[in-house]
């Protein structure tokens, strides 16, 4: 059955996000009142927390909980429904029990978002027949659990190997009900586009190929549970004989998926017939406009339009390409074309091997510990924990593919990753100082390192994010780089305009696919022309922001209100303005929905001024 809200009922919950502050007319309560209220809301939060990870098995072995390692979460539709019903009645009690008045204004916050999460779970329960579990190409059922076991389930010990095997074991009853929610939403006119499908087939044979399916190099799967068990057995962990009777038992498991992804081809080779192409955004499914409305409101935590989206982006456009135009002649050009021919010139087009690999990974790698060391004077909270970049696993790894960013587990066990994809056309590379500043220091890796680290306060929000902040930080991020002279040089700083002139083109070609009617094709040359990425990278963001709706509009929006908010601290503080707190209250504390980081960043103006 589809389920789905209005267009209004949709903007209603994605918009319902409480009071603006503290109430008016409060007499302020005592200190120790506050601190008690604030005590006892932290260790209701954490209860509920607890009881929630237990429902989260994925999540729990993220935060390093060996509880529930051998299961995957319940993707079932009964189990999404348990869930919001148990968020909304977590958010009656919450309410019952706590008078908000009565809490200190972090308090606050954490008793408005944990009320947010309950509306924003309904609203994407409601929306849920528009992700089907292959349907993105971020997050696609058939690439996320191979990811999850290579990546995230860490093998310290015996527990944590049988564990594996387990969710080995499991991965089969998980693929098949990914395929059943997939043709339930095909039955509804959701169906994957056409280079979806082609993606799935790829790498489910990708991922059944090589030992122990047959012949050739070892399958990612099998190459990493040998890895972890010899380390076991190298550091006396694990006898000898122990390894190879659960090497067996894995190895078994492991051919056991041969044919739950032959199941999963087979789905897919079936759906190629009818699988769409050109036209593929939003505004071409049943209630698409209201879907993508919702989608918007959710990626932004804002009640921007898809046209106000549309027209900051080309806005951002023609400002940036200015600024490229004034840092051209600065280098000694005419004008950003004569600047981009000459790196043109300079990176005459060359496909990635080992050595130009190796060369990335250790530039990069040096890159990310050099800015480490400019992060003092800006930031009173740095980052603890191990930071490495990283190659994107070869069962997800494409062309073109986006970096992405992984936070370290709460106690360090588990360093923060960038991954980068390494295969094809080699980028210029003055480009990739802006994509670890925007990944790595001070961007992704960074705020999640100090986000897992959070003490004191409730224990969800170390999990809890928001794209428009936690992309809005990375893209402010990199400007910042440029404030902290880490780039080396003109070049550098060049290309971190670039990067900001594709994340504004993006939020013209999102809206573009999704609310103005525009086919792949059309996305794919603006995103080419205007946000002057390379074709085949090009085509590979477009067929991303396709398959996730949305997601692509937070980065711009959430920069562009952090830019506001400082700028509107500097300007009402003067020589008051403390850097060094102005981003500590943005990342010391967890992500945050844009509204209610505007109103910690005026109460915090209000109390620096006094």
Known sequence: MMHRLSLTAASALALAILPAGPALAQTAPAAASVQSEDARLTAFLDAEFAEWVKRQPQ?????????GGDRW??????AAAAEVEWRK??????????????LSPEAQVNFDIWALEAERAELQFANRIYRPPFYSRLYSAHSQLPDFLVNTHTVADKTDLTNYIARLKGMPAVLDLAIERTKASQAAGINPPRFQIETIIAGSRNLTSGAPFGEGDDAALWADVKAKTE????????LRAEADALLEEARTA??????AYGRVIAWAEASLPTAPGGKVGALT??????YYAAELKLNTTTDMTAEQIHATGRSEVARIEAEQDALAKQAGFADRHAYYAERARLNPPRQYDDAARKEYLDTANAFVARTRTLLAPYFGTLPAYGIEVVREPAFSEVAGGAAHASAPSPDGKRPAKTYVHLVGTVPDPAAMYTLMCHEAVPGHNMQGDIQVRQQGGPKFRAVTGYVAFGEGWALYAENLCKEM?????????????????????RLVVDTGIHAMGW???EAVTYLNETGRQPIERSRSEVRRYITLPGQATGYKIGMLKIMELRARAEKTLGDKFDIKGFHDLLIASGSQPLSILERRVDEWIAASAG
């Open 485 to 505: 002279n880490a780039f080396p040089d003109i070049a550098a700083d060049f290309m971190r305009l670039d990067a900001e002139l594709f994340r504004a083109a």
């Open 231 to 238: 380390k076991l057995v190298a550091n006396g962990t694990l």
């Open 285 to 290: 499914l049943p209630g698409g406009d209201a």
């Open 254 to 259: 492991i051919l056991a998926l041969a044919p």
């Open 73 to 78: 979460n319940d993707t079932s539709d009964a």
């Open 89 to 102: 009645a977590s958010v009656a009690k919450m309410r019952a029990q706590f008078d908000r008045a009565k």
């Open 519 to 521: 086919t792949e094709d």
């Open 59 to 67: 999540l729990a072995t993220r935060l390093g909980i060996k509880d």
